[in-house]
């Protein structure tokens, strides 16, 4: 009895959905296109057989699919290259009246790799300055999932007139460096990236390259602040270090002088010094002993002593006969001998 009944109402069902298509099982409203089919389920629909191409193909030809449909020209016939794909693979209905049915998330998998790589057969080109100048050849910057994000863009597509005419994509920055700089981008940046660039600072006039402070902010330690902005002392122009820092051009660094900065240099000016510090000297005799060799200024003691050989003594500042010191006479007066 219970299989009776189980029979009986499946044949109802059955048959509710034979005689009342469009009440029982239409998921949605129809386009506006096809609403001329009014409740007939079937002129697309096969029962239990789904929506064969030869239902859609009835009315729409594949020769004719696509005609004034895409971008208002040529016909995008494409769809001859489908072969046995079904259309809803593509394209869905029963979405509303004013559904787009052109395109239902179209997978580019689906077409010969020629009409994938032509992608002007369906897209228009875009017509800005940037893609004015590029063949068309999409598949270089962009995918077939979407426009953007687009790959890492291959300058190699520019023409050689257009690689150096940086600014016609580029903005071109505001700051003080750039204001100045007149030459081409492609002096200092490369086109795989604007960082790291690679300044080339013989693009800068004779005086602006003496005014390294201009682009480079002073380093802020002690030693620097007491240099001024004599940085070509030291550094060179290709990079900042290493450095080319020589003491010996004001005192030679020798095996008794090789001591920590703060010995000599007490205060963080680096251009005062004092050597008293470790030499066991009084000013007055060390003024007593200078005096009697004709040296009265003994407040730069490198201006005459270089290093700590005895021997390395420059006759500077005294007040000796003819400008040399009573030392300098004696010695010469011992050649005589």
Not at 5 to 31: D, K, T
Not at 96 to 108: I, K, Q, V
Not at 299 to 308: A, I, L, N
Request: glycine residues 6%.
């Amino acid at each position: 009895m219970k299989k009776l009944i189980f029979l009986a109402l499946v044949g109802v069902f059955i048959g509710l959905v034979w005689l009342f298509p469009h009440s029982m099982l239409e998921p949605g409203e129809l386009s506006e296109g096809h609403q001329r089919t009014g409740n007939d389920c079937f002129s697309c629909h096969q029962p239990f057989a789904g929506l064969p191409n030869s239902k859609c193909i009835a009315c729409h030809a594949v020769a004719d699919i696509g005609r004034d449909t895409l971008l208002d020209a040529q016909p995008t016939l494409f769809h001859e290259a489908l072969g046995i794909l079904e259309c809803v693979a593509c394209h869905s209905e029963h979405t509303g009246r004013n559904a787009d049915l052109t395109m239902g998330g179209f997978e580019h998998g689906l077409v010969p790799t020629a009409i994938v790589e032509d992608c002007n057969r369906c897209h228009a080109k875009p017509t800005d300055a940037l893609h004015n100048p590029l063949p068309n050849k999409c598949a270089a910057c962009h995918y077939t999932q979407a426009w953007k994000p687009a790959r890492e863009f291959d300058h190699a597509l520019l023409s050689a007139a257009s690689k150096e005419d940086c600014a016609s994509c580029h903005q071109r920055p505001a700051d003080a460096l750039h204001e100045r700089i007149k030459g081409n981008c492609a002096s200092c940046h490369s086109t795989r990236a604007w960082k790291p660039a690679t300044f080339d600072h013989t693009v800068l006039s004779s005086a602006e390259k003496s005014q390294c402070a201009a682009c480079h902010q002073p380093p802020a330690d002690a030693f620097h602040r007491g240099a001024k902005d004599n940085c070509a002392s030291c550094h060179e122009t290709n990079a900042w270090s290493p450095s080319t820092f020589d003491h010996s051009r004001y005192f030679r660094l020798d095996g008794d002088h090789n001591a920590k900065c703060a010995t000599c240099h007490r205060t963080k000016d680096y251009s005062t010094y004092t050597c008293y510090g470790c030499h066991e000297h009084t000013l007055r005799n060390i003024l007593s002993e200078h005096r009697e060799e004709g040296f009265t200024n003994i407040t730069d003691c490198v201006r005459c002593h270089r290093s700590g050989d005895e021997d390395d003594i420059r006759r500077d500042g005294r007040s000796g006969p003819d400008g040399k010191g009573a030392r300098a006479t004696q010695g010469r007066e011992k050649d005589d001998d």
